[in-house]
């Protein structure tokens, strides 16, 4: 079965610090991929990346960067620099095959000024 | 791109009423639609999955006479909401995929208000 475990569910930074936001999923699939969507106050959901199972290289985009590491069954997902426009909810999601995206609980991130 | 269109963004009715709720795929053919509810502070959950021409299939739950979900074209899902109860009050979202693609696309949202 699958599942996807956020277990901070709410962080606070200062602005310009580093901050980790962690996501344990669980799976008996050999082939899944692995997604992160912000989701800021307006509520639509912004697409971060996906990975698919066979892809461990970690990942850098700008300010954020991804940590894929299958021994953990873990992919973390870092802000570095935090900014206040980086506050929203952030949602690690799961799928797996031809089934549907199952989503983490959340972590909602709040940069403080 | 991949562009996904909901409409309204927003919607109040009143208990007892009918909402429903449109999900275009602009610029690509969505051979699968899916509708997720997402209540305050809460996750997204599935509510159902749509193939183009076909029944909906609806998650444990999810009571279909209830949401009624049309998937006539490739490009244009809707979601009725009928009889609407305050319970029914939440954020909806749509979200879309096609042949070949690895990911689905999510619409803006539609946030329903029953009074």
């Known amino acids: 079965a699958q599942k996807v475990t956020q277990a901070q569910t709410e962080i606070s930074v200062v602005e310009k610090e580093d901050v980790t936001l962690d996501c344990v999923y669980e799976?008996?699939?050999?082939?899944?991929?692995l997604f992160w969507y912000k989701q800021p106050p307006s509520g639509e959901l912004v697409f971060l990346i996906r990975?698919?199972?066979?892809?461990?290289q970690n990942e850098i985009s700008g300010r954020y960067s991804w940590n894929f590491q299958k021994s953990t069954s873990s992919f973390n997902f870092t802000i570095t620099a935090s900014q206040v426009v980086d506050s929203a909810v952030y949602f690690c999601?799961?799928?797996?095959?031809?089934?549907?995206?199952?989503f983490g609980t959340g972590t909602r991130l709040t940069v403080i000024p | 791109g991949a562009v996904v269109s909901q409409h309204p963004s927003r919607v109040i009715c009143k208990s007892g009423t009918s909402v429903k709720i449109e999900c275009r795929s602009l610029?690509?053919?969505?051979?699968?639609m899916f509708w997720y509810r997402q209540f305050p502070k809460q996750s997204l959950m599935l509510m159902a999955t749509?193939?183009?021409?076909?029944?909906?299939?609806?998650e444990q739950g999810v009571e279909k006479d209830k949401f009624l979900i049309n998937h006539a074209s490739l490009t244009l899902s809707t979601l009725t909401v009928t009889s609407a109860h305050p319970e029914d009050s939440s954020f909806y979202i749509c979200?879309?995929?096609?042949?070949?693609?690895?990911?689905?696309?999510f619409g803006p949202g539609t946030r329903l208000t029953v009074t």
């Open positions: 999601a799961q799928k797996t095959g031809a089934n549907n995206l199952f």
């Open positions: 990975r698919n199972s066979f892809d461990e």
């Open positions: 799976t008996r699939d050999t082939t899944y991929y």
């Open positions: 610029d690509f053919q969505a051979t699968t």
């Open positions: 979200s879309a995929t096609g042949t070949g693609r690895y990911q689905q696309y």
């Open positions: 749509s193939n183009e021409g076909s029944k909906a299939t609806y």
